[in-house]
């Protein structure tokens, strides 16, 4: 069986938990957890951190990777005491 990618796992977390947002702190401290009890994965969360920049973040070709996972956009949200992203799903 292949391992789960850290992307699949974040898009996993999102969807089971049926996120709007997420915040710096689920993705140090939730993620790396559900990974390992899910799906048997062990990162730590500097990874997770680092799959979430890339995940969000435009490609070469100006694509982004979660538009593939039916989000329609990820919205930083400005007022919130750390960083949290707003999930628009279609």
């Known amino acids: 069986m292949e391992k789960e990618t850290t992307e699949n796992i974040i898009v996993s977390y999102l ?4 996120r709007n947002s997420i915040k710096s702190s689920d993705i140090e401290q939730y993620i790396p957890s559900f990974g ?6 062990w990162h730590n ?3 997770y951190s680092r799959a979430w920049r890339m995940f969000k973040e435009p490609q ?5 990777r979660y538009k593939k ?7 930083l949200i400005d007022n919130s005491k750390q960083h949290t992203w707003r999930i628009n799903w279609q």
């Open 45 to 47: 969360p500097g990874t």
């Open 15 to 18: 969807r089971q938990n049926r």
């Open 60 to 64: 070469k070709d100006g694509q982004f």
């Open 69 to 75: 996972y039916g989000i329609v956009s990820i919205d």
């Open 36 to 41: 390992r009890d899910l799906f048997g994965v």
